[in-house]
């Protein structure tokens, strides 16, 4: 079983940046894909990125463009750098792993405890 956690949550101005770590131990990590969803208040989880252990990456069209995923297998840890950030992206981001990569919730099998991201208007 693998464990997650993210890092890099916070409070920004709408149209800046950050960035999202999250750390994975307890297995292989270059075999899994890794993927990012968010849930804003009273909203389902929805997906936003997901890089595969060839690291081919997939987007959310809504944040295609602006939102980059990469993953460093030496370190265990993947990174989601957001920038031009819009207040309606306030929400919960987790990490979370998988076998396939694909963009449903039910795709992946372990999960991180989010982290906040508030985008001030």
């Known amino acids: 079983q693998v464990q997650l956690v993210e890092s890099g949550g916070g409070l920004v101005q709408a149209g800046g940046s950050l960035s999202l770590s999250c750390a994975a131990s307890?297995?292989?990590?270059?075999?899994?894909?890794m993927g990012w969803f968010r849930q804003a208040p009273g909203k389902d989880r929805e997906f936003v990125a997901t890089?595969?252990?060839?690291?081919?990456?997939y987007y959310a069209y809504s944040v295609k463009g602006r939102f980059t995923l990469s993953r460093d297998n030496d370190k265990n840890t993947v990174y989601l750098q957001m920038n031009s950030l819009k207040p309606e992206e306030r929400a919960v981001y987790y990490c979370?792993?998988?076998?396939?990569?694909?963009?449903?919730?039910?795709?992946?099998?372990?999960w991180g405890q989010g982290t906040q991201v508030t985008v001030a208007s």
């Open positions: 979370a792993s998988s076998r396939s990569g694909g963009t449903r919730r039910e795709d992946y099998s372990e």
């Open positions: 307890g297995r292989t990590f270059s075999s899994y894909a």
């Open positions: 890089i595969r252990w060839s690291t081919i990456t």
